[in-house]
């Protein structure tokens, strides 16, 4: 942590944490972001933001879903509506501890949006291969002399 001219071992971490690519589902949703504090040193204080960015940039604070500060083992729970435009979007969650001294802290937060898997590039090139093998099989059925 880096000293911020307080008192000595005091600082200040804040660390971004995006994940990229959602592009189902779209439009207005439902937002969950679940915060939870588990272990904080006694004296520091911990606070956890959620954003969305319908231009799914890496980090960007664009529209906040959720937010809470800690200053003890707790938990929260915000619940938001909000538009995820077109697609894709991303999903930044921002912590940041300010430290009076030397400690530990663990933390975990979690952003859940009713996301449906969406299939990779390999799932569509096999998917392809498959009808094109069927169709190549019906051609040379309908095809053959008799």
């Known amino acids: 942590m880096a000293n911020n001219g307080g008192a000595a071992n005091a600082g200040m971490l804040t660390m971004y944490i995006t994940s990229t690519g959602y592009t189902a589902p779209l439009g207005s949703l439902?937002?969950?972001s679940g915060?939870?504090?588990v272990?904080?040193?006694?004296?520091?204080t911990e606070t956890s933001r959620t954003f969305l960015d319908p231009g799914n940039g890496i980090f960007t604070l664009a529209m906040q879903l959720g937010s809470?500060?800690?200053t003890t083992v707790n938990s929260e729970v915000d619940t938001v509506i909000a538009n995820t435009g077109a697609g894709p979007y991303s999903v930044t969650t921002v912590y940041t501890f300010a430290a009076s001294s030397?400690?530990?802290a663990t933390s975990s937060s979690g952003v859940n949006a009713a996301i449906a898997a969406v299939?990779?590039?390999e799932s569509y090139?096999?998917?392809l291969v498959g009808l094109g093998l069927m169709c190549f099989v019906t051609r040379r059925r309908t095809h053959e002399p008799v």
């Open 102 to 104: 030397f400690g530990t």
């Open 30 to 32: 439902q937002f969950t």
């Open 39 to 44: 272990d904080l040193t006694q004296g520091w």
């Open 119 to 121: 299939p990779e590039p």
């Open 68 to 70: 809470a500060t800690f």
């Open 125 to 127: 090139a096999l998917m």
């Open 35 to 37: 915060f939870a504090t």
